[in-house]
Each structure stands twice: as C-alpha cells, then as structure tokens.
C-alpha cells in the first residue's frame, strides 16, 4: 500500500511488516488523508499478524490538526503490541530541529508497549 | 481620479519590512498554493531551517484559524475573509493575523489566549499532550491545539481585539527568532 507524497502530505508506504511516512503533513482535509491511512495500518497490523512490524517516520513538519492522527496511529500500534506484535518504532528528526526532536519525546511518553527510538538525521543538504 | 495611493501601500509594506502579505477571501486549496512562495521567502537570507520551520508553523496555524473561524464570509462562495502578514524585523520574524469574530467567539478566545499566555513551555507542552489525549473542546473545528502549538513555537505573542459591538475583530502577533 503506497500513498503517494503531494505538497501537503507525506509518502507513506505499509506492507505486513514494515510502514515507512517520510515529508510534511498538513492536509487541506485531516481526516480525508487521515482515513484511509488508519484503514490501510489496521489491515497491515490485523488480528492475525505473526512476529514484528517496524515503523519509521521521518516528518519535518506537521500541523496541530496532523497531530491528532499521529496520536491515533501510536495509539493503535501500542494497542497491538500489548496484545503481543513486537512492534519497533523509530522517530527521525534532523539535527538542530528541535521542534521534531521535542515531538517526538512527547510521543514516546505515552507508549507503553512498543520499542521506540530517536534516531537523529542527517539534514537533507549535508 | 480616486485616491487608491498604490506607491503609498508599497512604501508602508516597505517600512514595516512585510515579505509577505495576503489579505481577503482564503481557503485551503489558496493556502496550499501561497505556502510555497512562504517557505521561499523564509529560506532565503540564510535562515536557519529550524528558525523558517517554527515561523511556516506558525503562518499554517494562523492562516488555518480564519479560515475556520473567520465570520466575515464571501457572499458567493462562503470563504472565510482575512489578512496575514509575515515580517523581519530586527533579526525577528513577525507573524500576525487578522479576522473578523462574532462577540460570542471574543470572550472563549480572550480567556484561552490570556490562560496560554501565563504559562512557561514545561506548562505548554504538558498541556499540549493532555489536549491530544483529550480530544478536541466542544466548540474547536480542529484539534483544539493550534493556539498551544503556537503558543509552543513564539518567543512571544501577542492578541488584540477592536471595541466594535458589531465586528469585533482578533488580532493575534507571533514573534520568532
């Protein structure tokens, strides 16, 4: 499952195991990109999913109404892992920005269950 | 002839230092559009990318406020009517916005900005989260995080509102740096 990037939304890419969002999330309409995200992560993750799933999201900006949806879709990854998926979680900020690198803490703090790590960036013009 | 004095509003855009400015009817689909030429003008000038970020932040946040909460309406299309400006000024970015309000919206929006405007980051950031575990209050059209998140991303900001019984108006400034 692949939705692709546009200016005001990120790639995002799902399969069984692994789900990848990469670039700037503030849709014109949140819950009309958000939906079918949501929709795709829960037929990724089903009841029936065996061993792991690893998530990488590398956002460089999100708005207040995209932070919603990012707090759904940890919510019901942390509800797999407590039912038993292995679930590894990695945030990537570039250095210096803080605003990320600070979200991305504020999201750890209310996962229980999954493995979540930090993982500093390299800019994109190094 | 009329006295529309373009030069004079070149010259007052010029003095405020405004790279940016837009003013009337603006919807989503307008904002996708005026975004680039924002993000242009804040790349340039050496900007840091984590100085231009908090002030795109801040511009999308603002921009997205009168266009759910303006009350002054285009009679065709319904889109919501304002005006939002970027400035530098002293090594400062300014973000301001202006929008017509209903006085049933002045008194909600004076008593959440005041309440923001005394806390400390630690303060708003804690409630930032407690917002998204929440979910939205009753009269929010979003998540009901915007005026945190920009509250987080300002060194400083400031809100006004005109004495009009009739049109009151909100004005809300941002300073970044």
Redesign the interface.
Known sequence: MRFEKTQRTPLVEMSNSHCLIVGECYPENISEWSQPVLAALEDCVGDGTQGSFDVDIELYYFNSSSAKFLFDFFEFLDEKADEGISIVIKWRYRVEDDTMQEAGEDFEEDIENCTYHLVEAEPADA | MTNLDTVGLHEFMQQRKTLFCYSGPLT??L??TI??PVRHQLTENET???VA??V??VF??QA?NIIRYSSQKTSAAGDSVGTIAISYIDDTFLIEAVNQISSTQKSALEKTLLELSLKDQKDL?RL??QR??D??PEDSK??G??F??MAR?VKRFEFDFNDSEDNPMFVYRGWVE
């Open positions: 989503e689909e904002l996708t975004s680039n840091p990318e984590a970020n908090r795109f932040g999308i946040e997205q950031r930032y989260r998204l575990k979910g939205p979003g998540a995080l915007g945190i998140e991303r």
